[in-house]
Every structure is written in C-alpha cells, then in structure tokens.
C-alpha cells in the first residue's frame, strides 16, 4: 500500500531518502535523461508533473516519471521497488492517449510513473500467419503500415492514428472490427517482484504452433487487462484477414425513430448482413462525419469477395427503404469523387479496412485539434456504459442524454459501437472549453450520468479516474471483488503496481 510520508517526520525523512536513492538508481538503469523528478531540491515529495489533460481531471502528485526504453530496464526498475520499502508505486501508461478517462494520470496520488512509449519495437510480424509482436509505444499507425498490401489487417480504432495497440487492447478499447483485447493473444509482463513472464500465445522459432490464446488451464492473459497485476512489456496481437472488398452502407434516421431504427440494425445484425463494428451516431456526433443536421448517422460496413459486398449492400438499401425509418441510404459516397461526403467516407472505409489515417483528419474534426495539442489544450470526457441492444433499451439510453440536456443544457455526442447481438458500447462524450465554468459544468454531468446510466443497469465498462469507486458500487459476481483483491495481495503483496482505475 502507498503511504505518503507525513510531514516533518523522521518517516518522511527515511521514505524520502529511500525514494531519492530508488529514484538513483532508476536513472542508472535507463540512464539520466530518462527520469523527471519534481526537481532536484524536492525529490522525494510527490508533485504534479505529467502536465495538463484533456478531460481537465485533478492532477495527481506523483513522485517521478521513469521512461524505459526495454523490457529488461522495465524489469530492473520494477526490481528496485519490489522489496516494498519504497513509500511509492509503479502506474505504467503505453502512449498515454487514455484521453477523456484521465489520460496519463494515475488513479492515485503518490505513484512514480512508468512512461513506456520508449519501447517501441515491432519485435516480430508474420503477415501470412496473423500475429505482430509489438511493445506498448508501437502505434496503430506504425503497425498497420506493415500489413499493407499483404492479406492481413490491423483492428485499428477511432482514436488517432498515434495511439498505441498495446495501450489500448488493455483498458479494453473497442476497433472498428471488435474489442480489441479480441486480438490480445499473448502479453509479456513483469510481474511486481521483477520477474518477466509470458502468457497466452508466442510464436516459437521453429514451429507454426496455431495462434491461441488460451492455452491449457486457467488462461492468463485476461488477468492482466484493466488490472494492477503486473506491467505489460509486449502483446502478440492478432493480425485479421483482410477481405477482398470493402463498403461501408450509411444511413440517416430522424431522433423520433430511434427505436425502431435501431431495432432494424439490429435485425440485419443478427442476420449476417454486416461485418465489423456497426456505427450508430447522434447528431452531436455525426457533425465530424458530415452527418445531416437533426439526424441520427449509421455506418454499417460489409465486406467480402466483390459479389458478397455488391449482394449484401443491394440488399441493405432495399431493407431500409422498405422499413421506411431511414431517410437517406448510400453507399457510394467512398467511389464517387463527386459525393459530398466523399472525403469522410473514404477515410471511415480504409479504417474498417485497417488503414489509420496518419493525418487524424477525422479525429481532429472531432476533438477540434491535433492529438499531440489535446491534453494542453482540449476540453473532452468520456462515459462509456453497456447498453442491451434492443431498440427499448438503445431509446432508454437516448431519452437519459435528453434529460442530462434538459437538467443541465449540455447535449453529449453519443455513439454507440454495436459489439454483437445483444450489447452496444454506449460512447457518451462532452466537449467543452477549458476556460469558464463549462468544464465544472462538463463534470457534473459526467456524475449525472454514472448516476443515471448505472440506475438503468447501464454499467459502465471502462472508468475514468476520478470515477474509480464506481468499481465497488457496480455489481459482481459475488466474492468476485474480494478474490481480485485476494490475487493482488498474493501477487502483489507489497502493493508495488499502483492501484489502478478497477481495483
Ligand atoms: C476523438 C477520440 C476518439 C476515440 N476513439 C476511440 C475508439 O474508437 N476506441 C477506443 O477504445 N478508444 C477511443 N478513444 C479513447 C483513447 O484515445 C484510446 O483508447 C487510446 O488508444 C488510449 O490511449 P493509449 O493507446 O495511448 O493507451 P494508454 O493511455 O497508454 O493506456 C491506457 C491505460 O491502460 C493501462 N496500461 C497501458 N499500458 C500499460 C502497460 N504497458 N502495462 C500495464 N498497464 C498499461 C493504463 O491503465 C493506462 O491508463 C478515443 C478518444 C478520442 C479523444
């Protein structure tokens, strides 16, 4: 457990003096350039360091930032705490792009931070086999570049191009395809005594062994996404089989029908007339895809050898005009310069397509400014519930947005990322100015709708980090919370790894 040394106190000399030296000898293991301290007189009292963040959250006050460049320094500096004598813990961040749920914050006061962007080798990649071996700072970009043209593709998400894979697969991120800790086969994780271990699938030397993740026995890898056991120095992911053809269907349907509208989608779903991730957006969010004014925007991907993806776009457009709910159906904007969404289309259909635009054009539109600027200068916060997928259960969610509206003036972007037949990641999103009382206001309503969302049984999936005791207030399994604390206390007796945002 992290005990802040108390004031004055011959304690806070001694964790002091310990920090300092721990904080030594990190710096000898990645080298001086590689480690922040809140400045040299004051090492070993924890400040506020990691700069500003885009969901305006309380800076935490953190001890250092350590920036590994290998497993192995990760290995040696997570040693150097393992005895528990170090009055702070590790929290690792992959790119730190967690933008909206407290980007590369910790949860907690009083961590040292390991930032691992620097490890940032494509160890290995087999495009014929589907599996990349990558380190936390490899981006989508990065690694989708070396499938291209080759008959494999990455599951890339919305977020920018220059987010890391790793990063995002273990706080459960959601790809164009499917979550991606779909595509986690393997991790490699320093454990909090500093060992270094494998779990899940890794490619041998010699024998094409079949990708698979689980293994025999309990499987790992799970144990190490949204988890405080260990820190993740590379992940085998899964590479997909790029399809012959591509198309993305969009539609539009007024706010009215969101129900029935939603209950169609659901049905061709459920049929096997789409693929990937279906994408259904309110109008706050369908402004960056050029979404008509007042309606709600579908993308619906299909994909195939060319005849599957003429068939099952025909019928797509002959299924919504004939249920009458949707006012405008394309798919042609993508192959048609002329198309006044032409731009957007083609850029949401190569990210189906596994290709991340390295421009962030799209991205940009919807948080008003380049990745690298939105932490300084961005205002963006994300709730991020599970919805049942039922038109009544998809309008419900609609209705608790239009009554955080009516309670509070602000009227979130919603997008909901269809996941399969029976659940839709509801992405809840306000932006707003950093100046003024909006981004007050924006965490108000962040609260209203923990509060209401989870009412409903609308739970989140993923939290924020000022939102962390929401973990105990959400329903388990029960004994399930006290036997994850169980594994840390047995893994982690020490409390080396930091608590993070579930624990
Ligand atoms: C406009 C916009 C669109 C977005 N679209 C999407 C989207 O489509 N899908 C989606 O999922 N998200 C999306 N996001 C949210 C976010 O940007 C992504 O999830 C992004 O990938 C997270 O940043 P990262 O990859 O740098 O991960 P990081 O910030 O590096 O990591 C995320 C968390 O995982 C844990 N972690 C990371 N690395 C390690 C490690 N090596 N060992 C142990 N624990 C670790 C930490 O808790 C960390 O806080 C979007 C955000 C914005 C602003």
């Not at 395809?177 to 699938?201: F, S, Y």
């Not at 050898?305 to 003429?310: G, K, L, Q, R």
């Not at 100046?435 to 924020?464: I, M, T, W």
Request: with cysteine; proline share 5%; net charge negative.
């Amino acid at each position: 457990m992290t005990v802040l040394p108390e004031a004055g106190t011959r304690h806070e000399e001694s964790a002091t003096g310990r920090l300092r030296a721990v904080l030594a000898q990190a710096a000898q293991v990645v080298g001086a350039d590689r480690v922040t301290y809140p400045d040299e007189e004051t090492t070993g009292t924890p400040a506020t360091m990691l700069g500003p963040n885009a969901g305006l959250h309380r800076s935490r006050a953190v001890f250092g930032v350590v920036r590994p460049q290998t497993a192995e320094d990760v290995r040696r500096v997570v040693e150097l705490f393992a005895d528990g004598e170090t009055p702070a813990a590790l929290h690792a961040f992959s790119t730190g792009g967690n933008w909206g749920l407290g980007s590369r914050e910790p949860a907690r006061d009083g961590a040292v931070v390991l930032d691992l962007s620097g490890l940032d080798q494509i160890r290995d990649i087999d495009v014929v086999r589907g599996w990349a071996v990558v380190e936390p700072g490899v981006t989508q970009a990065r690694l989708a570049r070396l499938t291209e043209g080759s008959e494999r593709m990455l599951n890339v998400t919305a977020s920018s191009a220059h987010t890391s894979v790793v990063g995002n697969a273990l706080d459960r991120g959601v790809g164009l395809r499917h979550q991606r800790v779909e595509d986690l086969t393997g991790l490699e994780v320093v454990l909090p005594d500093g060992e270094l271990i494998r779990v899940g699938w890794w490619p041998e030397q010699d024998r094409p062994t079949p990708v698979y993740t689980h293994g025999l026995g309990p499987s790992l890898v799970q144990l190490f996404v949204q988890s405080d056991l260990g820190v993740v120095t590379a992940a085998t992911v899964r590479l997909l089989p790029r399809p012959e053809a591509l198309r993305v269907v969009r539609l539009a349907f007024a706010p009215d029908k969101v129900e029935a509208a939603t209950a169609e989608v659901r049905r061709w779903v459920t049929q096997g007339l789409t693929r990937g991730v279906v994408k259904i957006y309110n109008e706050v969010a369908a402004r960056a895809y050029g979404g008509e004014p007042g309606q709600y925007l579908v993308h619906v991907c299909v994909d195939g050898t060319p005849e599957v993806v003429d068939a099952l776009s025909g019928i797509l457009a002959v299924e919504a005009v004939r249920s009458r709910l949707f006012g405008a159906v394309s798919d042609s904007d993508a192959t048609d310069p002329a198309a006044a969404g032409h731009d957007v289309a083609v850029r949401v259909e190569r990210a189906y397509a596994g290709d991340p635009d390295p421009t962030d054009a799209l991205f940009e539109a919807k948080t008003g400014r380049p990745a690298v600027r939105l932490d300084e200068e961005g205002g963006f916060l994300f709730f991020l519930p599970l919805v049942p997928f039922s038109g009544a259960a998809l309008a419900r969610a609609d209705e608790l947005v239009e009554q955080v509206r009516a309670e509070t003036g602000i009227r979130c972007g919603v997008t909901l990322n269809v996941l399969g037949a029976d659940v839709v990641d509801c992405v809840v999103t306000m932006r707003f100015a950093r100046e003024g009382e909006e981004a007050e206001r924006a965490h108000r309503v962040l609260d209203r709708l923990y509060e209401l969302f989870v009412g409903e049984g609308f739970l989140p999936y993923r939290l924020d980090i000022d939102h962390t005791g929401w973990a105990d207030r959400l329903p388990a399994g029960a004994g399930a919370r006290s036997f994850a604390r169980r594994l840390k206390d047995a893994v982690d007796p020490h409390h080396v790894i930091a608590a993070g945002r579930y624990a």
